[in-house]
């Protein structure tokens, strides 16, 4: 049967009407039109469903693109023995070997365990709706294995996932993630990978959950996307960016696994894993959307599977050899720091959408917040414009101060310090001051030393910028005042999603969530010398909360009239 659906040859781009005369096919694997001459391999297929194989038992005919595609595969599971939940070496080739066992216990909220169930239970992770290329590379891993079984592989290492990851809790696209680390490690070892991206590769608040956590790490990659596109290509900049919007979690929250042929997304991932760093997919997206203009209008829908149909893997080998491929990682840096910077006025906006995010993040009600909103934007503003000035005129002082003799380096830490300081939000000094005030009208709990605010400060300032915003400052007030011990853990680590504490910013935000009294008792620093750690996780801090000591001496701290009270301090502060 011949087909003209389209006007070129997915491969040599030759035009088909051209070559009616001859023969054209479609390939049976991604179903694109094809001529005669770049057609003539056949490979064994084995997705179901697919409408253009007649009799599975056969070898199908396929494009140039798709044989290289699936020798790539083929090579891949022989080479490293890839079955469904088998432990290969492709793993330790990702990640290196994990001696660290791992805690195989579940417990998570019915409403993650439903979510998950829904997702993977119910057929939503099964081969056939991934893309043509990876349905036929998981199809080939899965077989002969039971289909509730898979499901229940996937299942058990998502519930292991949100175990240790509970402020994350599950989200969509996880389950396609699971799926593909399946077919390369056993359940365990499907875990660990997951476990090594969240820590070590995967922005930090890039996932949004019903815990409160926002996307704001999403958004800023989006930003960042959207201001290296407009520098390189001004002509389609409102089709890409469009584009971006509507598709941008398909391809980033999922980490072009529904975008890229199988053999593309693995070297794209290899080079992630190498370079232990997320810039190889945001790169790997640039390279995808600007091949993409040339092929397609933007503006059509349900294109995000034909785009990953152009990319060959040799066109991504080819882009990692360039470790600075249309950017540097200075350059991400700056933009990312500008996204916070702007957004940070955000926090300080009467938005309803605003209001509910910091309502879940904190245990302040929306009557609170404004109160406390209110007053802050008053205090911030000023505080914003003597810091700005002051920062801005060292900033200038230091530049030229060492034009002559500074390296790249310091000039580029410089700049990035300067655009971290346009963030809007209050001083170290007024925070301190504002603390100090506060604590005199709060007098359950006595003043900390002003070593101590500054630690609590710097352990609130989250990307290090020497100011907190609304948000940041919102979480402390909530940590200090609100809720049980774990409640306060889950407040931090929810605005925090994705930290990792080292032992010294433990021990600070302990002791703004135990009380001084309890702090000057004897048994606390054995309390201490029994939880001590290089770094704690939110699971290490849920441990930490079935201590003895915590358990004895749990409290809850008295709401009345916290707000009340914080917009007193501010205003005597602004007074003074």
Known sequence: MIFFHKSKCCVCTKNLQALKLRKTYRCKMCHQDVCNHCSENRIQLYAKPNDFVKDFKLPQRVCDNCFQDY??????????GLKWNTRSLLQSKWIGKQDKKIKMEISISENDKEMIAKDVLTGRSDAFLFNYSLREFITQCQEGYDQTYIRESINKV????????????????????ATIFLCISDEEGAFQIMNHIFQSIIPSRFYSNSQGATLIGYQAEIYFLKTILKSLNQQKIEQLSNFLDISGPQMLLTLML????????????????????????????????????????????????????IIKYQDLTQLFTKEDAYFTQFERQVQIEQYYSQTSRSWVNDDKLILFRLKKITNFDTEE???????????????QNLSNNKQEQNSI????????????????????????????????????NLMEQFHQHYTKYQILDRHKYELVFCLFDENKSELLDFREFLTCLSVLLRGSFQQKIKMFFTAHTGSNLKAQEFQTLLSIIIPLDLQQKEDYQQFLDRIQMPQYTYQDMLLVSQDPFV???????????????????LNQIKNN
């Not at 020798?71 to 490293?80: D, G, N, T, V």
């Not at 997304?265 to 790169?283: A, G, V």
């Not at 380096?409 to 170290?428: A, C, F, H, R, W």
């Not at 004895?552 to 916290?562: A, F, K, M, V």
Request: hydrophobic share 35%; net charge negative; charged share 20%.
């Open 158 to 177: 998502l519930q292991l996932f949100v175990t240790h990851y509970p402020i994350i809790g599950y989200c969509q696209g996880m389950n396609y993630i």
């Open 397 to 432: 002082k230091q530049i030229n101060k060492f034009q002559d003799n500074i390296d790249d380096i310091d000039m580029e830490n410089l700049q990035i310090k300067q655009v971290k300081s346009q963030k809007y939000g209050i001083t170290k000094e007024a925070f301190i």
């Open 71 to 80: 020798s790539y595969q083929q090579q891949l599971i022989q080479e490293f």
């Open 551 to 569: 358990l004895e001496n749990e409290y809850q701290r008295d709401r009345s009239q916290t707000s009340i009270m914080i917009a007193q301090s």
């Open 258 to 309: 529904q975008v890229l042929n199988t053999s593309s997304l693995f070297i794209t991932w290899e080079e992630m894993f190498k370079r232990q760093s997320y810039i190889p997919i945001d790169q790997a997206i640039i390279l995808t959307l600007f091949q993409a203009t040339k092929c397609y209008d933007l503006n059509q829908q349900g294109l995000i599977e034909e785009i990953g149909k």
């Open 369 to 383: 917040i404004l109160q406390i909103q209110k007053e802050f934007k008053k205090y911030c503003i000023e505080s």
